[in-house]
């Protein structure tokens, strides 16, 4: 369809100029010759027009060395298609400059006719162009909005289906930790049912914090999340009969909010792994904190017993993906004693 919109442009742009050459009085010009050959250069220039969209400078520069041999008409449809591009606009006034300059050597009484058709052509394509540029921007704003749009209502989405299912299922738990809190007569029983109490209340606080950045699309300022509660983290696996060491190297306080953040999330989901993969397995968490970056690595022995088969639900691939995504790496396999570890490198700062 657009060749063809090209070849009638062609045609347009060729038929007025040839029927001039054998109607209108030839006036004096740049190069003496026959009729036939101005009718050739109006062929030319027409021609050249076929290029103007793939090769649009060596298009308008080939039309205005013809524009000075004689008038075409192809200079205002080059001008136009020169303005209404907007990497090619100087070759408007190029298009201007050859016609004025023509026009000095035809001697042509109306020699300001053609500049001013052509300075014309020019805004006219340089509106459209301008006004083609704003409808592309508004399209592509559109479909921004659209798409943040359909994000925010996934996320409205996913809330509700938190709040509503998970969160009831959290709560039910809590209650029934504490009714058998109360109701037990063994201490290891009640306080096994605190401490299962305990961590579905914080379960609980964390789902609703996510479930307020999910329905307002905005991340929480950040927490500073090492050391203290790291070694609370540890604590609790110690208190689960989990046996488990940590140790830090270097000073803490050099990382940013954010690392520590990813820092607590790599061994929080290692220790998960642990508990639902290893239970019991002597488990060794190292901190290695510097000053341009900050290492963890968590290593658990070989399990006495092979722990009971759970789903898995790609806690590792998810961890993957947060740290490479704050420009740190992060690599998990078996050991040669028949153990896991988890090796995770990140930088002190969120690069920016």
Same mark, same amino acid.
């Given at each position: 369809? $657009?060749?063809?919109?090209?070849?009638?442009?062609?045609?347009?742009?060729?038929?007025?100029? *040839?029927?001039?050459?054998?109607?209108?009085?030839?006036?004096? %010009?740049?190069?003496?010759?026959? =009729?036939?050959?101005? *009718?050739?250069?109006?062929?030319?220039?027409?021609?050249?027009? !076929? !290029?103007? %969209?793939?090769?649009?400078?060596?298009?308008?520069?080939?039309?205005?060395?013809?524009?000075?041999?004689?008038? &075409?008409?192809?200079?205002?449809?080059?001008?136009?298609?020169?303005?209404?591009?907007?990497?090619?606009? !100087?070759?408007?006034?190029?298009?201007?400059?050859?016609?004025?300059?023509?026009?000095?050597?035809?001697?042509?009484?109306?020699?300001? +006719?053609?500049?001013?058709?052509?300075?014309?052509?020019?805004?006219?394509?340089?509106?459209?162009?301008?006004?083609?540029?704003?409808?592309?921007?508004?399209?592509?704003?559109?479909?921004?909005?659209? *798409?943040?749009?359909?994000?925010?209502?996934?996320?409205?989405?996913?809330?509700?289906?938190?709040?509503?299912?998970?969160?009831?299922?959290?709560?039910?738990?809590?209650?029934?930790?504490?009714?058998? %809190?109360?109701?037990?007569?063994?201490?290891?029983?009640?306080?096994?049912?605190?401490?299962?109490?305990?961590?579905?209340?914080?379960?609980?606080?964390?789902?609703?914090?996510?479930?307020?950045?999910?329905?307002?699309?905005?991340?929480?300022?950040?927490?500073?999340?090492?050391?203290?509660?790291?070694?609370?983290?540890?604590?609790?696996?110690?208190?689960?009969?989990?046996?488990?060491?940590?140790?830090?190297?270097?000073?803490?306080? =050099?990382?940013?909010?954010?690392?520590?953040? $990813?820092?607590?999330? *790599?061994?929080?989901?290692?220790?998960?792994?642990?508990?639902?993969?290893?239970?019991?397995?002597?488990?060794?968490?190292?901190?290695?904190?510097?000053?341009?970056?900050? @290492?963890? +690595?968590?290593?658990?022995?070989?399990?006495?017993?092979?722990?009971?088969?759970?789903?898995?639900?790609?806690?590792?691939?998810?961890?993957?993906? @947060?740290?490479?995504?704050?420009?740190? =790496?992060?690599?998990?396999?078996?050991?040669?004693?028949?153990?896991?570890?988890?090796?995770?490198?990140?930088?002190?700062?969120?690069? &920016?």
């Amino acid at each position: 369809m $657009t060749r063809a919109r090209d070849l009638a442009l062609v045609l347009l742009v060729a038929a007025p100029g *040839v029927c001039r050459e054998f109607l209108v009085p030839a006036p004096s %010009r740049l190069v003496v010759a026959s =009729t036939a050959f101005y *009718v050739v250069v109006h062929l030319l220039a027409a021609g050249a027009l !076929w !290029w103007r %969209r793939t090769r649009p400078r060596a298009s308008g520069l080939a039309i205005a060395f013809l524009t000075l041999l004689t008038p &075409t008409f192809a200079s205002f449809a080059s001008a136009f298609s020169a303005a209404h591009a907007a990497r090619h606009r !100087w070759l408007v006034p190029v298009h201007v400059l050859a016609w004025v300059v023509g026009a000095g050597v035809w001697t042509v009484p109306d020699g300001l +006719v053609g500049p001013g058709a052509i300075v014309i052509a020019g805004l006219a394509g340089l509106y459209l162009g301008e006004r083609r540029t704003l409808r592309q921007m508004l399209t592509e704003r559109e479909c921004e909005l659209r *798409v943040e749009q359909a994000r925010a209502d996934e996320r409205t989405r996913l809330a509700a289906e938190m709040h509503d299912v998970v969160t009831h299922r959290l709560n039910l738990m809590v209650l029934h930790a504490g009714a058998l %809190r109360m109701a037990a007569k063994d201490d290891g029983v009640r306080q096994a049912a605190e401490e299962l109490r305990t961590a579905g209340r914080q379960a609980l606080a964390e789902l609703r914090d996510l479930v307020g950045v999910l329905r307002s699309g905005r991340a929480p300022r950040i927490p500073d999340v090492l050391p203290d509660r790291l070694s609370r983290l540890v604590a609790d696996s110690a208190a689960t009969g989990l046996e488990v060491t940590l140790t830090e190297h270097g000073d803490a306080d =050099t990382i940013s909010p954010a690392m520590r953040r $990813t820092m607590y999330r *790599v061994v929080q989901e290692s220790l998960t792994n642990v508990h639902k993969h290893a239970p019991g397995a002597h488990t060794e968490i190292t901190i290695h904190c510097g000053p341009s970056s900050v @290492r963890a +690595v968590i290593r658990n022995a070989r399990p006495s017993a092979p722990g009971p088969a759970l789903p898995g639900s790609g806690g590792l691939l998810g961890l993957r993906g @947060r740290v490479e995504m704050v420009g740190g =790496t992060l690599t998990a396999g078996p050991t040669d004693d028949g153990g896991f570890e988890v090796d995770a490198v990140l930088p002190a700062f969120v690069p &920016t």
